[in-house]
């Protein structure tokens, strides 16, 4: 009963425009104070274990940091147009190289909404040039950013691993199958849809403009190839280099490197209305500048502001884990549902179920750290994989994200691609029917998730 | 009207902020990336990195949560907001500002309570409100951390600290004195975030999705209002 | 239940297979049973409540009353905990359960009382083996090998001594790292050995014994003196009874978690006395560094109970 009141007054804040963060952290302390018998120093406390005792949690910011640097330098740009190289001439081509593109700046981003502002950004207008309607351009851009989450790396995989202590380069891989099946499906769809209706098709500009395009792109690219060796190796030539925390690190430097030296579209060498990109031999001071320059400071002033309001929301939603386990809820669920005779089909369910509310209310990731610990228990006791379960929960927060009435892809999309929000909602619609299809598929289907990490690093082990 | 003050860097204690947020993530992400070469090129370590960093993550995130205060950036949900009548809307943000502040009150005490002892400084005594500072009290600033070395400047601390006792590493209280401080930040920009709420200058806390700052410079490519 | 004195114990371990968690766990029960109505014990196992560093915090700050970390936790508080962390310091366990109960080793459970945690009873896990990615028979074998240590100046040392590079990473980090070649070696027990399954990703385990790592039941001496005598008397009688009986078991898990690495088809490397004495004369300079932090006194009364093992 206590929780019941406990949740009430999360959403209840929530609803009348308390932030997320206090929102979690206030009915936590309210609760404690009430109920409980601990101190407010123990809230600060757990404020501070948030950070200080969740080392995988470091990933968040510096994942952030790379696609800063990858979005601010023209990286999506040369990732479209070798998309539209690639598969432009199918019918639907554009459509289905949108989808192509987001897939590929999901594996440099960690998250969906910056997916969709990046590649949404670009793609939407030039698809209603091209002469589709906005409609289907926003639905279709909007349904594949939320590919951000999925394809590796990903700050709901790390935010999950953390919460449940798994491996967070397991996640990771875990979602390339998942992540490449969905962006797939979509494809076809798409190329479906647009057989049927005559949708317009791009001309081949030949093997040459792939090349070109690849070039271009290929600095961009590499930073894809720098996180999955660095975290896994190439089998016979050299092990893993860094943990996927200290990955999230070295793409940033990269991504700065490349945004800064190679590409020159922000810092000391980039072009300006006087002149044009000047090169690093004529300006070598340029290796010490770039560090300090406006640009470099902006591009961390902004991650770093995101960074902020998300570890605030997940800070806070630590608070209210550390209550729930204090009150032995998580167990108290567990028993309550296995003495219901719940097996793993009725189980995920209702997990799917309850992720699908919580999302309309909830951050992603704050959402991932008070559910995961809540169901994780059971899980384990029906013998779910816990790999499988967390791919399970992302999806369910890839859904949540294109359903409204709260749904970070729908609002992003709205606002990149200018139009009101039931519009979006509705043009997102058919693709979101894709998207359930493939929840099912990953639900039912646990090789989906855990075939890639198990042939590559063994199968799990349950420490536990 | 969903903001105020969106445009970076416009006063000088804007300007203090930003920097600091720039510099603590910009040195987070270099500590971390000499450890993976100290150890894969050189075969060193850096031992204190992890610890360094994580700490700084924390000095990032708790006192740039005021700085979120006063643009108006934390998350939330305004769905409901929107839809009411401004009257109404004025209530509900007048009753979120209100549960910010007393939220940010609690935490204050808590985290003063949290890091006092670590400090050498008396409780505060109460359950939800401070009533008074204890009597009596075990001090606790010969707590160390794990990993981060004292540096040599800091040497002082030992006479004022730990009653001249050598310190190997950094003594506690140093890393989380940014507990209090960052929660008396957060409640003086809620207690400042009210009182444009009073005046009718401001209409909800929240902004209610990561990329709205993105999103409203891309209107203003586009020529929106 | 109301008027019941709770106590919350919180740990790092699962609670059936671990000797911690199995300690933990015949202490609640036998808390449960036979203080029922004046005290009950709540487990919170597996790091859900606090990880050994946040506990001991808000052991101190009363939020939380039993708690069991490794004794190198303690070495902030008094360094004396070193002695524990120095290699080949102790000949075998039964030597570490003599000194534990010496004079010397009573004397250390009382040394933190000043800082409020009262020691109440050391808990035994194992000695610590090496493993790497390669064969480590002698100490040069793990010249330039990187090794995932704890957080504790004597092992980093103890790691420098024999050429290798001392590596700190997130425990949850570790098996990732050790079957990536983020890291090439880690040590420790072999019930932790096989908990973890590090067997599954090292070239193999090499028995060299060489540290100790057990763990000491605390409490804050302010929650201990609130606890009526009669409460507090039939609780550490209780506890005292759990200890004996488990660490008298200590051997036998050991080897069963040691025959368990074996079956599960870890390789498990065993030395020859000349291979054994290479290692301790590389590790054994370590001793100096750190002697004056664990006492001369302290060391002479560990050697001396060596003799009788
Ligand atoms: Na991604
Ligand atoms: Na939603």
Known sequence: MEVVILFGLVIGFMLIGVPIAVSLGMSSVMFLLWYGDTSLASIAQTLMQAFVGHFTL???????????????????????RFSIACVGHLRGGLAIAGVFACMIFAALSGSSPATVVAIGSIVIGAMTQAGYTKDFAAGVICNAGTLGILIPPSIVMVVYATAVDV????????????GIMAGAMLMVTIYVMARIKGMPKGEWRGVGEIWASFREAFWGLMLIVIIMVGIYGIPGVTGAIFTPTEAAAVASIYAFIAAVFIYRDMGPLKETEDRAKSSLLKKPQALVTALFHKDTQATLFEAGKLTITLMFVIANALILKHVLTDEQVPQHIANAMLSAGFGPILFLIVVNVILLIG????EPSGLLVIVAPLVFPIAIELGIDPIHLGIIMVVNMEIGMITPPVGLNLFVTSGVAGMPMMRVVRAALPFLAVLFVFLIMVTYIPAISTLLPNAVMGPETVVN | MSSINRAPGISFIDRIEESLISAILGIMTVITFANVVARYVFNA?????????????????????????????????????DIVPAPVRRVLALISVAVCIVFSCLLLKGAWDYWANFANLPQTTGRWFPTGFEDSFRAKAWYEVNDIPIPEWLRFLEGAMNDGDEYEKLPRFIPYVVLPVSMALLLFRFCQAAVLVWQGK??????????EDELEEMRDQRGEA | EDGETVIKFSHVTNTDKHPKGIAASLLEQRVNDEMDGVACMEVFPNSTLYDDDKLLEAMLQGDVQLGAPSLSKFETFTKVFRIFDLPFMFKNMEAVDAFQSSD??????????????????????GLKQFSANTPLMVPTDAEGLKFRVQPSDVLVAQMEAIGASPQKMAFSEVYGALQQGVVDGQENTWSNVLGQKYYEVQD???????????????????????????????????????????????????????????????????????????????MKPVWEQFTDDVGQENIDAAQAINMNY
Not at chain 3, 254 to 278: F, H, K, M, T, Y
Request: hydrophobic fraction near 50%.
């Open chain 3, 104 to 125: 010397a080793g009573q004397d250390m459970m009382g040394s933190m009382e000043k800082r409020g945690l009262a020691g109440l009873a050391f808990w035994h896990n």
């Open chain 2, 45 to 81: 370590n850096i031992l204190w990195a992890l610890e360094a960093t994580v700490f700084l993550f924390g000095w990032l995130v708790l006192l740039g949560a005021s700085y979120a205060v006063k643009k108006n950036a934390h998350l939330g949900v305004d769905a409901v907001v």
């Open chain 1, 167 to 178: 491996s967070v380069g397991r996640m990771f891989l875990a979602g390339v199958i998942p």
């Open chain 1, 359 to 362: 999302g309309q209310f909830m």
């Open chain 1, 58 to 80: 470091l990933a968040i910011p510096f994942f952030i940091l790379a696609s800063s640097f990858m979005s601010t330098g023209g990286v999506a740009k040369r990732i479209i």
């Open chain 3, 204 to 282: 193999g385990i090499t028995e060299t014994n060489h540290g100790v790592l057990d763990y000491m039941v605390v409490a804050s001496v302010d929650w201990l003196d609130s606890l009526e005598p009669a409460t507090r008397d039939q609780f550490l009688t209780i506890l005292d009874e759990v200890t004996t009986e488990r660490n008298a078991a200590i051997a036998e898990v050991d080897a069963e978690a040691r025959q368990g690495v074996l079956d599960a088809g870890g390789e498990i490397r065993e030395l020859s006395p000349e291979q054994r004495e290479e290692w301790v004369v590389a």
């Open chain 2, 202 to 211: 401001l209409d909800r806390i929240v902004a209610s999705h990561e990329v």
